[in-house]
């Protein structure tokens, strides 16, 4: 699990909501969530989410993290 994104998630209230900031469905953010990969045009959204508590460099690092 990615827990940069699962702290994205928490801040943002759930999955649900994080999906629709990003414009993408439910599953795409449960796969993110998964350690699926994140295409880079929705890690500026991701970051933005969560008002500046999570950057995107974090969110970048948690990408390669093994």
């Given at each position: 699990?990615?827990?940069?994104?699962?702290?994205?998630?928490?801040e943002c209230g759930g999955q649900k909501k994080l999906a629709k900031i990003?414009?993408?469905?439910?599953?795409?953010?449960?796969?993110?969530?998964?350690?699926?990969?994140?295409?880079?045009?929705?890690?500026?959204?991701?970051?933005?989410?969560?008002?500046?508590?999570?950057?995107?460099?974090?969110?970048?690092?948690?990408?390669?993290?093994?």
């Open positions: 699990m990615n827990k940069i994104i699962k702290s994205v998630i928490d990003c414009n993408v469905k439910q599953p795409t953010v449960h796969r993110w969530l998964k350690g699926g990969g994140i295409n880079a045009k929705y890690i500026p959204l991701i970051a933005r989410a969560t008002n500046g508590k999570v950057t995107e460099s974090e969110i970048l690092a948690s990408l390669t993290e093994g």
